[in-house]
T-cell receptor
Framework: GAGVSQSPSNKVTEKGKDVELRCDPISGHTALYWYRQSLGQGLEFLIYFQGNSAPDKSGLPSDRFSAERTGGSVSTLTIQRTQQEDSAVYLC???????????FGSGTRLTVV | KQEVTQIPAALSVPEGENLVLNCSFTDSAIYNLQWFRQDPGKGLTSLLLIQSSQREQTSGRLNASLDKSSGRSTLYIAASQPGDSATYLCAVSGNTPLVFGKGTRLSVIA
């Protein structure tokens, strides 16, 4: 596609529920990244996929967070048993390779009530 | 561990002024440095990408420089306009995915 597409744009969920956030990267981009931006905070790296390599999960804050990337394209970030501190904007980015410029999507604003 | 610092945290200038935003990073082993713009409630828009072998990049009224050895970059905005009001983020890529500074919030007053 022309850009990185994320859905939904907004999600309100009850504490304890599971949520899935979707990212559709730019076609042909082999690298895909998830970041989190909490209110008033900087961008926090979560997870990184590069081609068929094992993902770099070093930024995931807890085992309630997981992500997968199917067929080297679309990625899904799953948060299980959501907590109020998970409320944030979740941003996805892709790049042609792992050392070229990133293109970000518009993000998913998650609110846990 | 790479750390990125942006100074100032906030800046308010009258329309028409030229201004400089500063970014510093602790590990000079980078692939590239990228400047982004973020409008309130929006995602990130890439402004300029400087590869580690480059010294500067220009796009319109924007000019970004990179001094890798000293771990510094500047973003120069010429003839600022109210539409330039946004948060500007600096990020570096190296052996880890992009590491971001906390940004400079710019207000250009008409």
């Amino acid at each position: 596609g022309a850009g990185v597409s994320q859905s939904p744009s907004n999600k309100v969920t009850e504490k304890g529920k599971d949520v899935e956030l979707r990212c559709d990267p730019i076609s042909g981009h082999t690298a895909l990244y998830w970041y989190r931006q909490s209110l008033g905070q900087g961008l926090e790296f979560l997870i990184y996929f590069q081609g068929n390599s094992a993902p770099d999960k070093s930024g995931l804050p807890s085992d309630r967070f997981s992500a997968e990337r199917t067929g080297g394209s679309v990625s899904t970030l799953t948060i299980q048993r959501t907590q109020q501190e998970d409320s944030a904007v979740y941003l996805c980015a892709s790049s042609p390779t792992d050392n070229e410029g990133y293109t970000f999507g518009s993000g998913t604003r998650l609110t846990v009530v | 561990k790479q750390e990125v610092t942006q100074i100032p945290a906030a800046l308010s200038v009258p329309e028409g002024e030229n201004l400089v935003l500063n970014c510093s990073f602790t590990d000079s082993a980078i692939y590239n440095l990228q400047w982004f713009r973020q409008d309130p409630g929006k995602g990130l828009t890439s402004l300029l990408l400087i590869q580690s072998s480059q010294r500067e990049q220009t796009s319109g009224r924007l000019n970004a420089s990179l001094d890798k050895s000293s771990g510094r970059s500047t973003l120069y905005i010429a003839a600022s306009q109210p539409g330039d009001s946004a948060t500007y983020l600096c990020a570096v890529s190296g052996n880890t995915p992009l590491v971001f500074g906390k940004g400079t919030r710019l207000s250009v007053i008409a």
